[in-house]
């Protein structure tokens, strides 16, 4: 009896059989490599694209406010209630604002809000659902009840609840508010990802390397959930926009900050639209919701970045 | 009677910009009414794409990139919609791998069995619950099983059961012929055995023409009445199936002979075949299999062998099967006969 | 690969200890539709002795992968006991399981599930070094190439820096098994190692495991359905039915003269290209 290994047929020169090359030079660990090759991934994928360049616009003119804007936005030296003109190119509000650079600086409060909230969201929503899928038993049966919890309480009430019997006013009330209502659905979500996980072969395979939990966790299972949990903080970002503009029109919000919610605010009590104002009550609608849908495209590239075929350059 | 007729099928996969795979090249299909034939190969070789483009069941990113298949004299490569469903009753159909994917989860066989005979029921057609419960009983006592499976759901049937059930929807539609996609492949051995027994002698009974996708040469051996070999998209030998164990063969057939054994043999001699699959996307000038082909000679890395006569039937080879339209390999294969390479 | 017959590297069959499965059961209690047990393991004796090669095989659910989950300290059994020289395996707390796996390998039946996608081949050989011996990367990175080496998968440099799926089935394959050697362990236990991989491809690996327990001294607890891989490797079978164990003894003799029925049926439903009942009747 034997295992025959048949001799290599001969080669004829120049008839090489092709072994695929693999990736040239040594590999840099690290964040920014890993940034790098997803903002790479990202920009792929065509409405990722225009996503990338809405949050990207919206971005530097939240950072070059101070040079982007003509006028503080703070200052009530203009006549107000005047249409667009040649200094105000937005109008005045009621108490003689510059409306446009008010739409300048606002990009700093919502970009701030949403990306704060819905990345505080994303953490709690990643611990609980990674330990609850990874451990099951007790505490996935407890973890799993409070998330539950928090997805039957609708989140827009709680919300406005929260902020109206809140004593401080400030931004950070609304990150908080917004971040606590909105982590159960992402939580939800990467717990039935991470208990799909765990049973694989290759996590098994892991424990049998001598990998100990921590490791397991987060180098062997949260890698692979990297579209997950991207896909979750930017539907949670989506979603802490548009709350906090909803928060800051009631006046739940801080009515001293700038932001596109607040001049929202300000454009209802003081009848915008009857005194002709009615970019006023546009621009910032509009902004909101350009910036909230740059969250969403976004998102449509992010299942290639668990995908490690979508990586390379063929 | 030529029931199915295919001519110079092209199967091309763009999973996306900038690569095109090439998963069946230049592939001709002669069947007969009854025929029983075993499309054999190894992964990536294109024979479950040949099936697929067959029955017209290809998914982009794959497509037919040109042919003509000609079903019971109806072209059926260029037709699409309303009149492609037409051609499915009555017509051809596919038993696909995994008898618990093609199944639906949340409805009874009885369901399963209601929705293929009103999705294809005739004119006059009426089906009422009992006539459903009727013909589902009788296609399931073909395929050896009880009338009392029609009331359970997929989850409560094992694996060869569930398979059974996938068959017995496909004839369901009487079709003129069947494509088995590795039809046991994902069951156990002994379950195998008795499910390739019932398709055996369903084949007799009924008569359809079957073709048999695997990539065990043993459960297509014994089956089938004629097989294909099938090497990087190519069918690159057609031979009667008795034809196996004996004779020569194109040097892969011979290859994968090679890797099988019977474990109850006094001596045992087990080879692999060395070297790696080609790269699809990336087809050589020559013949695909010659860099792992002992026999090579220089014509096989210039000259796609065509089929031609070897033994009972066709192989693509040019040293063991010259054909008369490349007259280099006939000189070829002479030097080669005389240089007496060792064969099985 | 001449005859197995238990012979290994000199020296190291001494040190390795025989793996004793004492009157091993595992009983699971089905929830749900009430159908209350499910035994998958029913007093399973068997003894793996140092350096030997043993087949376990039977069809699905015959409670094999049980039996390796069992040895291997994934699973706990219901009764009865597995000894691993004077260690308890059933008895064995977490950082001890740990240490155990330095010593009881696997290797896994989907090359295609057993390798995390996002990490390279160099990555996955070079954790069980760092976990169990310690190594420093440079040395790790060495060892690692030397392990590629072993397992046929040359240059190694070549195929360091690869990630699964730039791999055929069998390429990934021979990962898992560099993977299972790395710690140089004493025995290893391989779940249906080729049976997802095309047949041309299973020669290969199956001498890779025969010489590697013929080299190194390893023992080999091989499970599979397929017979005749176990005829090729392995010295002893036993055969399963229902997690009974219903035949053991020598593998060819147990082939050539199979006293159960189960066996008998086993064989039978072999498909081999040569039989003398070939469809020639059409």
Request: aromatic fraction near 6%.
């Amino acid at each position: 009896m034997s295992i025959v290994t048949p001799v290599p047929p001969p080669t004829l020169p120049g008839a090489e059989v092709e072994i695929p090359r693999g990736p040239a030079g040594p590999r840099l660990p690290g964040p920014l490599l890993f940034l790098g090759r997803a903002l790479r991934t990202l920009w792929s994928n065509g409405k990722a694209r225009i996503g990338l360049v809405i949050l990207a616009i919206d971005v530097l003119v939240a950072i070059l406010a101070p040079l982007l804007a003509p006028h503080s936005p703070t200052a009530t030296s203009f006549t107000p209630y005047q249409s667009p003109n040649a200094t105000n190119w937005f109008g005045t509000t009621g108490n003689g604002q510059d409306v446009f650079s008010q739409m300048i600086y606002g990009a700093r409060i919502s970009l701030l809000v949403g990306i704060v909230a819905g990345a505080v969201a994303t953490f709690v929503a990643v611990t609980i659902g990674l330990i609850a899928g990874y451990r099951p038993g007790i505490i996935d049966e407890v973890l799993s009840f409070i998330t539950n919890l928090a997805l039957v309480i609708p989140g827009l009430p709680l919300m406005f609840i929260l902020a109206a019997y809140l004593t401080s006013r400030s931004v950070w009330t609304i990150v908080l508010v917004v971040a606590f209502t909105s982590w159960a659905t992402g939580a939800r979500v990467i717990r039935s990802q991470a208990s799909t996980l765990r049973t694989r072969e290759f996590v098994t395979s892991a424990q049998f390397s001598g990998e100990r939990l921590f490791r397991v966790v987060f180098r062997e299972i949260l890698p692979n959930m990297t579209s997950l949990v991207a896909g979750s903080f930017f539907a949670a970002a989506t979603a802490a926009v548009m709350a906090e503009a909803s928060l800051e029109f009631l006046g739940l919000g801080d009515p001293n900050t700038v932001s596109w919610g607040t001049i929202l605010y300000y454009a209802q009590q003081q009848n915008a639209l009857l005194t002709g104002q009615w970019l006023m009550v546009f621009a910032p609608g509009l902004a909101i919701a350009l910036l909230a849908l740059s969250f969403t495209l976004v998102n449509f590239g992010v299942d290639a970045l668990s995908n490690p075929r979508l990586r390379e350059k063929s | 009677m030529t029931l199915l007729h295919a001519q110079r099928i092209n199967v091309v996969y763009e999973p996306n910009r900038g690569t095109r795979i090439w998963s069946v090249r230049d592939v001709d299909l002669t069947l007969q009414q009854g025929e029983f034939v075993g499309l054999v190969g190894e992964s990536g070789c294109g024979k479950s794409t040949l099936g697929f483009a067959l029955t017209r069941m290809l998914r982009a990113p794959a497509r037919l990139e040109n042919g003509a298949i000609h079903f019971d004299g109806v072209d059926v490569a260029s037709l699409s919609g309303e009149a492609l469903r037409r051609q499915r009753r009555k017509g051809f159909a596919i038993v696909l791998q995994s008898g618990m994917n093609a199944l639906n989860p949340v409805r009874t066989i009885e369901n399963h069995f209601g929705d293929i005979l009103k999705a294809h029921a005739g004119p006059g057609d009426h089906y009422s619950a009992g006539a459903i419960r009727r013909r589902g009983a009788e296609l399931l006592s073909k395929v050896r099983l009880e009338p009392s499976v029609l009331a359970k759901f997929p989850h409560e049937l094992s694996g060869g059961m569930r398979q059974r059930v996938s068959i017995a929807l496909v004839l369901a539609l009487e079709p003129k012929m069947i494509v088995f996609d590795e039809p046991t492949t994902a069951l156990d051995v002994i379950v195998q055995k008795a499910v390739m027994q019932t398709i055996q002698e369903l084949q007799r009974e009924q008569g359809f023409t079957a073709i048999l996708i695997s990539h065990d040469l043993g459960v297509v051996f014994e089956s089938t009445n004629r097989v294909m070999v099938m090497y990087a998209g190519r069918v690159v030998e057609d031979q009667p199936s008795n034809e196996l164990g004996r004779g020569l063969h194109h040097p892969y057939t011979e290859a994968l002979l090679g890797c099988y054994a019977d474990p109850r043999a006094e001596e045992i001699h087990l080879a692999g075949i060395p070297g790696t699959p080609p790269d699809l996307s990336k087809p050589l000038p020559g013949c695909a299999y010659a860099p792992r082909c002992p026999l090579a000679v220089e014509i096989c890395w210039k000259v796609v062998p065509p089929l031609a006569p070897l033994g009972s039937g066709t192989a693509a080879c040019h040293v063991r099967a010259p054909s008369a339209q490349v007259p280099e390999a006939k000189v070829a294969a002479a030097k080669a006969a005389a240089g007496a390479v060792a064969t099985k | 690969m001449t005859q197995p017959n238990g012979q290994s590297a000199p020296g190291k069959a001494a040190s390795v200890p025989p793996l004793v499965v004492s009157d091993v059961s595992k009983v699971y209690t089905v929830r749900g539709r009430g159908r209350g047990k499910f035994t998958a393991a029913d007093h399973v004796s068997f003894t793996i002795p140092p350096g030997a090669a043993i087949g376990l095989v039977g069809a699905s659910g015959s409670g094999k992968s049980t039996l390796a989950k069992m040895i291997t300290g994934s699973e706990r059994p219901t009764s009865g006991s597995i000894k691993f020289g004077d260690l308890a395996v059933e008895r064995l707390g977490a950082a001890e399981l740990r240490r155990y796996h330095s010593r009881v390998q696997m290797v896994f039946q989907d090359p295609y599930a057993a390798l995390n996608p996002l990490h390279t081949v160099e990555y996955h050989v070079t954790r069980p070094l760092q976990n169990f011996l310690g190594l420093s990367a440079a040395r790790a990175s060495e060892r690692v190439h030397e392990l590629l080496e072993i397992v046929g998968l040359t240059p190694p440099g070549q195929f360091a820096g690869k990630l699964p799926h730039q791999l055929s089935g069998g390429q990934r394959q021979r990962v898992v098994i560099a993977r299972a050697l790395a710690c140089d362990p004493e025995l290893v236990v391989a779940d249906e190692p080729v049976s997802m991989l095309d047949v041309s491809l299973r020669a290969g690996v199956l001498k890779l495991l025969a010489d590697l327990r013929a080299n190194r001294g390893l023992s080999l607890l091989y499970i599979t359905h397929d017979l005749l891989g176990a005829r090729v490797i392995t010295d002893e079978i036993l055969v399963l039915n229902k997690g009974k164990v219903v035949e053991k003894g020598p593998t060819k003799y147990v082939l050539q003269h199979p006293k159960d029925e189960y066996t008998t049926q086993l064989l039978d439903a072999i498909a081999t290209p040569f039989a003398e009942n070939g469809a020639a009747t059409h």
